[in-house]
């Protein structure tokens, strides 16, 4: 089992950039897939990004495809999301997770999931 602890959230502007952690303990996260997600209020999580166990292969959603990139790295067990070009409508609560059998990158039935770290954007 693995645990994971998200940070780095808080207020952005517009424009601006925010970088998010995901800090995994318990196993090594480099038998893992990860992925982000985010949920506002009302509206079912979605994802943003995952990334492949070796780093090799990422996903994104057209949200934030060409502003957002996903890394990992396995030595320190994290998984990074850097978020640029930020927008009012990225604002959410995000999430990573973790999977040990997901190969497709666009599947959403992650086994484990960090408590959520709020982004909000200002305009």
């Known amino acids: 089992q693995v645990q994971l602890v998200e940070s780095g959230g808080g207020l952005g502007q517009a424009g601006g950039s925010l970088r998010l952690s995901c800090a995994a303990s318990g196993r090594t996260l480099s038998s893992y897939t990860m992925g982000w997600f985010r949920q506002t209020p009302g509206k079912e999580r979605e994802i943003v990004a995952a990334?492949?166990?070796?780093?090799?292969?990422?996903y994104y959603a057209a949200s934030v495809k060409g502003r957002f990139t996903i890394s990992r790295d396995n030595a320190k067990n994290t998984v990074y999301l850097q978020m640029n070009s930020l927008k009012p409508e990225d604002t959410a609560v995000y999430y990573c997770a973790a999977d040990a059998n997901i190969v497709v990158l666009t599947r959403l039935d992650y086994d484990y999931w960090g408590q959520g770290t709020q982004v909000t954007v200002s305009s």
């Open positions: 990334i492949n166990r070796s780093g090799g292969r990422t």
